[in-house]
């Protein structure tokens, strides 16, 4: 029987790397598309050798051409850390609308599955705890951050819109804060700053005074949430996440633990709409997916350290 073959967008990024990876797993012929403004060939690097396995550097707010059949089409291309989508506003929202519009007309036309990456910023600075796929969100959309929110909003639009009109067979996940292996040292992002200031003896930045929540999915339980997500009849949202809550200050103390560092903390202001609580509402994944994470905080944060720490 012929392998199903997926096209994923965003494939050497940290999250697209690590579902590349998974999909070889489960018998998928992949073709890999990154224009690597963020992704790195490093993350593919084991990849490349594998005959199942396609590297296209592209960047896909160009037309796609893709020769033969396509099964499934999974974009999950854009920058995603607030370092990233602050320095290529535009880009964000060219990737976040083009792009998927591009990817979109490939699914179309290869009559393929399609899966748009969202994310939890959708909800922006929630006023509803925890945040329900029901949950309009509270956004703003000419903020510092409105290029990367509303980009991802509006690709939820455009994947609705096709599923509407042309009958196109989709899935949208809505990513909260993961982290794991293959996160760019200095991406900007809680999880990787606290590890690289705590492994170089630096003080561990905390914004405001570090009350704020997070809640931390390690991403080898994400990539299993979306690869049953793939297989699943729900054409609507679905928040993938770790619903337990840590503050920031919680965070910072366990990567101090877990590190052995000396390191201090130190206080800095609040950037702008920085959201205050961030936790989901995964009962509907539980539901559909039978799926709920499995590790840990402390479990993943010391995998992650690991791998930093052979990079520092």
């Not at 929110?149 to 809505?174: Q, V």
């Not at 914004?207 to 054409?235: N, P």
């Not at 877990?258 to 702008?272: H, N």
Request: hydrophobic share 40%; aromatic share 10%.
């Amino acid at each position: 029987m012929p392998k199903k073959i997926a096209v994923v967008t965003g494939g050497a990024g940290f999250i697209g790397s690590h579902l590349c990876e998974r999909l070889i797993q489960d018998d998928f012929r992949v073709i890999c598309l990154d224009n690597l403004i963020t992704g790195k060939l490093e993350n593919i690097r084991r990849l490349l050798k594998d005959k199942n396995f396609l590297f296209k550097k592209h960047n896909v707010t160009e037309f796609i051409g893709i020769k033969g059949k396509v099964d499934y089409v999974l974009h999950f291309a854009s920058p995603a850390s607030p370092e990233d989508y602050l320095e290529f506003p535009i880009p964000t929202l060219k990737v976040g609308s083009l792009g998927t519009h591009n990817a979109l007309g490939l699914a179309k036309e290869k009559k393929a599955k399609f899966m748009f990456a969202s994310t939890s910023e959708v909800y922006g600075d929630p006023l509803i705890h925890p945040q329900p796929e029901s949950y309009w969100g509270n956004v703003n959309p000419i903020g510092v951050r409105g290029c990367y929110d509303e980009s991802k909003r509006f690709g939820e639009a455009i994947t609705m819109a096709y599923r509407r009109m042309h009958r196109l067979d989709t899935r949208i996940l809505r990513i909260f804060n993961t982290y794991g292996p293959r996160m760019r040292i200095l991406d900007g992002r809680v999880v990787p700053n606290f590890i690289y200031q705590a492994l170089h003896h630096k003080p561990l930045t905390v914004y405001g005074k570090g009350k704020q929540t997070r809640s931390f999915c390690y991403v080898y339980d994400l990539v299993e949430g979306i690869a049953r997500l793939m297989r699943a009849e729900i054409h609507t949202p679905v928040n993938l996440g770790n619903p337990h809550e840590f503050t920031i200050m919680q965070l910072a103390k366990l990567v101090i633990e877990l590190t052995g560092t000396k390191s201090k903390i130190v206080f800095k202001p609040l950037p702008e709409d920085d959201p205050k609580q961030r936790k989901p509402d995964i009962a509907l994944a539980k539901k559909i997916l039978g799926w709920q994470p499995k590790i840990e905080l402390k479990e993943g944060l010391g995998k992650t350290i690991d791998w930093f720490s052979r990079r520092a």
